[in-house]
């Protein structure tokens, strides 16, 4: 499968712990984006990354969350003290120089905090 | 106010019936403008990109741009079951970036 690529695909926490999502790019892609989508809306940009560097970051995107791509492959987004709110599914998605923004979604991971 | 507007629907149809589908927007720099389909608990998946104003047909699907209304359309012609789904406006400023998405407007295509 040569599609972005998601783990875990369901993730349910309790309130306070932590959680790490994992993202796979389309090999070449060098271009990483993470949203967060809640239920009846459209996805939510949070960040994004050209290879390893992390150039964007949504207001949305507080203290308690944190994104990385170390060696400009997978990326990870952790969320520290998980609230209620947290709850949603996160999506991540790929594109490459000169693709007039064609970005490829991966399946999501859905979030459950109780 | 939203930048993005989309009327959640849903929207339902019987099949082989034209599917219209729209979003209005409040910033005249959006230049790029996508129609993504999602399918329950799925990531969206690209159908539709176009830059500025104008219209472009791809099989079944037309899209259509009109930045002096700050208004894009969607058109689906011969509607099959198969894109029952919730579609998406998206738009951007840069032909790269950050996507700036509409609510999404659930379809039902009834056979």
């Known amino acids: 499968d040569t599609g972005v690529s998601q783990n875990p695909r369901h993730k349910i926490t309790k309130r306070g712990q932590n959680v790490t999502f994992r993202c796979d790019p389309i090999?070449?892609?060098?271009?990483l984006y993470w949203y967060r989508q809640t239920l009846g809306q459209g996805p939510e940009f949070l960040t994004y990354?050209?290879?390893?560097?992390?150039?964007?970051k949504s207001r949305l995107l507080s203290d308690r969350f944190s994104a990385e791509r170390p060696k400009g492959s997978f990326s990870t987004l952790e969320i520290q003290r998980t609230e209620q709110g947290d709850s949603a599914m996160y999506l991540c998605?790929?594109?490459?120089?000169?693709?007039?923004?064609?970005?490829?979604f991966g399946p999501g991971t859905r979030l459950t905090v109780l | 106010q939203k930048e993005v507007e989309q009327d959640p629907g849903p929207l339902s149809v019987p099949e082989g019936a034209i599917v219209s589908l729209n979003c209005t927007y409040s910033n005249s720099a959006f230049q790029y403008f996508m129609w993504y389909r999602q399918y329950s608990r799925k990531g969206p998946e690209l159908l539709m990109y176009?830059?500025?104003?104008g219209n472009k047909e791809d099989g079944r699907f037309t899209a259509q741009v009109d930045k002096s209304s700050k208004y894009i359309s969607l058109f689906i012609r011969d509607s099959q079951p198969s894109d029952s789904a919730t579609y998406l406006c998206?738009?951007?400023?840069?032909?790269?970036?950050?996507?700036?998405f509409g609510a999404g407007t659930q379809v039902v295509v009834t056979p």
């Open positions: 090999s070449e892609h060098n271009r």
């Open positions: 998206a738009m951007t400023i840069l032909s790269w970036g950050k996507l700036q």
């Open positions: 176009t830059y500025s104003s």
């Open positions: 998605a790929t594109d490459e120089d000169g693709s007039y923004n064609e970005q490829f």
């Open positions: 990354f050209q290879n390893e560097a992390q150039l964007e």
